[in-house]
Each structure stands twice: as C-alpha cells, then as structure tokens.
C-alpha cells in the first residue's frame, strides 16, 4: 500500500497531461484500493521519490568491501610524525 504523502497546511496544485489509456489504469488502480485518483497518483509518487532518494544516499558494500571498511573502523591508521606536528602548531596558534 502506498504511503500517503504528507499533509502540510498549505497546499499547492500539480498539474499532469496524460493520454486516456493511462488515466483510465490509474483511475482503475485508485478504484481498486479505495482511493480517489489524486490519492492514489500521489501515494505512488511519493514513494518512488522516497525510494529514489533513499537510494542516492545509501552506499551498499559487497561482503569483501564491507569487511575491509569494517576493518579500518576497528582498526583506524596512526597519525604520522608530520601530521600530529602540524595539528599541534594549529593549535598552538589558534590558543594565542
């Protein structure tokens, strides 16, 4: 079942063209579960938008890279010399 939408106080319009032989499987969809056809058009909607956006911003690993980032988490790189030297003089004069 799709996910409504959520409802803010305002409200806006969103108009779409489309030919009668897909209105007609839309307003049967909507039929179907009860739905009015704006209901129904916008529940399918927001759901793929939700989905599409989900999957922009979730990185999925195979099981041999999810072990190596699990890895260096566990096991994270010591800073070098050079680079403890330079964050200590930042700080220094950060301090002043």
Same mark, same amino acid.
């Given at each position: 079942?799709?996910?409504?939408?959520?409802?803010?106080?305002?409200?806006?319009?969103?108009?779409?063209?489309?030919?009668?032989?897909?209105?007609?499987?839309?307003?049967?969809?909507?039929?179907?579960?009860?739905?009015?056809?704006?209901?129904?058009?916008?529940?399918?909607?927001?759901?793929?938008?939700?989905?599409?956006?989900?999957?922009?911003?979730?990185?999925?690993? /195979?099981?041999?890279?999810?072990?190596?980032?699990?890895?260096?988490?566990?096991?994270?790189?010591?800073? /070098?010399?050079?680079?403890? /030297?330079?964050?200590?003089?930042?700080?220094?004069?950060?301090?002043?």
């Amino acid at each position: 079942m799709a996910r409504k939408a959520p409802k803010s106080p305002e409200s806006t319009t969103f108009n779409a063209r489309l030919d009668g032989a897909t209105k007609d499987v839309l307003a049967r969809a909507a039929e179907i579960r009860g739905e009015s056809m704006t209901d129904f058009v916008l529940g399918a909607a927001y759901d793929r938008a939700v989905e599409t956006i989900r999957q922009r911003h979730v990185v999925e690993l /195979s099981g041999r890279d999810s072990a190596l980032f699990a890895g260096a988490l566990a096991a994270p790189a010591g800073a /070098s010399a050079k680079v403890v /030297s330079r964050f200590v003089a930042a700080h220094r004069r950060s301090q002043r």
